[in-house]
């Protein structure tokens, strides 16, 4: 009797995001995105994400400061590259007239008081004027852009971020911004769950630990919940030129 013909290995190897993406079984297209019902959200690109914020406070502690450096030496590069990508998409934003909308850690009151809990017991209370608070240069809202607030992870999380949203017609959303996995996460899911179609612009974010950023874009990219910033600016322009 022959022998089994045997299985012809696939052309290229596939890791489990290619599985995941491949398992949805019949799904429910999104209404299109238009001028009126897309919007920008740009989270937390302010001073206290910097590597810089994080080298003050620790050579404050008493951290060698040239091992610091060293330490941070990785995240700057990708910060900075991710700021100048999130500019880039923001200022097409603008010329489409894409509302952005901007979101920073801040608390309400002077004393801090108002800080969400889990902020407050990890510290980070940061109130109107202080340099963590501080908008970065390259994203920095304009008087008539709207600003939320926040004192947790996720922008929804006591904010009125999903009633402003709502408000204007919002249905399909953009997100830039820090850390990828931690507050744009959060924020994206959250998003997802209330029904905005809602998509990480993927090289103008990151986090600390570069393996951390590839799984969380890894895993959204697979359900076809990100894009790039060419991407995002060409979209941008095709809404512009229909409209």
């Not at 052309?11 to 995105?33: E, R, Y």
């Not at 991710?82 to 801040?106: F, N, S, T, W």
């Not at 971020?161 to 820090?178: K, P, Q, Y």
């Not at 630990?209 to 799984?215: E, F, G, R, V, W």
Request: proline residues 6%.
């Amino acid at each position: 009797m022959p022998a089994s013909k045997p299985v012809e290995a696939a052309s290229h190897q596939i890791g489990l995001n290619d599985v995941l993406s491949a398992s949805s079984k019949a799904p429910k297209p999104p209404p299109p995105s238009t001028l009126d019902n897309t919007a920008l959200l740009l989270i937390d690109i302010q001073h206290l994400a910097e590597p810089s914020y994080h080298l003050k406070n620790a050579v404050e502690a008493g951290l060698p400061e040239d091992a610091v450096r060293e330490v941070l030496s990785d995240y700057e590069v990708r910060f900075n590259a991710a700021v100048v990508q999130a500019a880039r998409v923001l200022d097409a934003a603008r010329a489409a007239g894409i509302p952005p909308i901007h979101v920073k850690i801040q608390c309400l009151s002077d004393s801090g008081r108002d800080t969400g809990l889990l902020h407050s017991r990890l510290g980070w209370n940061f109130p109107p004027g202080s340099a963590g608070a501080q908008f970065l240069e390259p994203t920095k809202p304009t008087a008539e852009e709207i600003v939320i607030t926040k004192t947790a992870s996720g922008a929804f999380t006591g904010t009125g971020l999903d009633a402003t949203l709502r408000n204007m017609g919002i249905e399909h959303l953009l997100v830039v911004g820090f850390l990828t996995d931690e507050c744009v996460e959060t924020t994206t899911r959250v998003a997802l769950d209330y029904g905005y179609v809602t998509r990480v612009v993927s090289d103008a974010t990151t986090t600390y630990l570069m393996d951390s950023y590839q799984a969380t874009i890894g895993k959204l990219g697979a359900y076809g919940f990100t894009l790039t910033a060419d991407e995002a600016i060409a979209e941008f322009a095709s809404l512009s030129a229909q409209a």
